[in-house]
């Protein structure tokens, strides 16, 4: 749960990136070196070796014992999600999704289904598609700051200037100062730089 906290703490407190990440990293070493049983344990520090240390070959081993201890959990189920969809694995990222979904669909993990079905369908093409999920992420957590890059990136490809004025107004209600550099410092976004650039925040 640490690995976890410290890599939300990226997203939402202004901490100090780099020690951030190797906090997350440390803890989630700690948990290889327990061998822990437990898919939700599993599935949070897969996530932190994910996303602090870009290690995708261990985190897509951590999922799949995981899931493998336990297929419905929730956690695992959406966390592989996400990770499937850093790793570039777009069918695996849905498929896991809807599973979460199916599985728990009120669980107060489900925007990471949404979002990494949304980034998925981005790299796939469809944009609408993207949409809709980038939607229900932000719906499932209005504070979850990605989720709403997702909106944007999907509005910025289809065109729809009329409600991307909307949603970067909300944007704003909600995270006050918001800056483009704020998504891309993290390298999970620096595919989308030019529609994130294309949306009107400062720089």
């Keep these: 749960m640490a ?17 951030d990440l190797t906090s997350a990293v440390a803890h989630a070493r700690a948990v290889m070196t327990i061998r822990t049983e437990d898919a939700s344990t599993l599935a949070f520090a897969a996530n932190a ?3 602090a240390a870009h ?8 999922i799949e014992h995981a899931l493998a201890r336990n297929p ?12 499937n969809a850093w790793a570039g694995c777009w069918k ?9 979904l199916r599985c728990s669909p009120f669980d107060p993990t489900r925007h990471l289904a949404f979002a990494a079905m949304a980034r998925a ?14 939607r229900g992420a932000v719906h499932a957590s209005p504070g979850h700051l990605p989720s709403h890059a997702y909106v944007l990136i999907c509005l910025v490809r289809l065109g729809h200037t009329q409600e991307l004025a909307m949603a970067l107004e909300r944007l704003r209600a ?9 998504f891309l410092a993290h390298a999970t976004f620096e595919p989308f730089s030019a529609e994130l650039r294309a949306v009107g925040l400062p720089n």
Excluded: K
């Design 55 to 62: 290690d995708y070959e261990t985190a897509l081993q951590m």
């Design 121 to 134: 369908r981005l790299f796939q093409g469809d944009a609408e598609a993207a949409l809709v999920a980038a």
């Design 92 to 100: 695996q990222a849905i498929g896991l999704a809807e599973r979460a």
């Design 49 to 51: 070796y994910a996303r």
């Design 3 to 19: 690995a976890w906290c410290h890599i939300q703490r990226i997203w939402t407190e202004a901490p100090d990136l780099d020690a």
């Design 72 to 83: 419905s959990n929730a956690h695992a189920l959406a966390v592989g999600a996400v990770v």
């Design 174 to 182: 909600s995270f006050p100062g918001v800056r483009t550099a704020h």
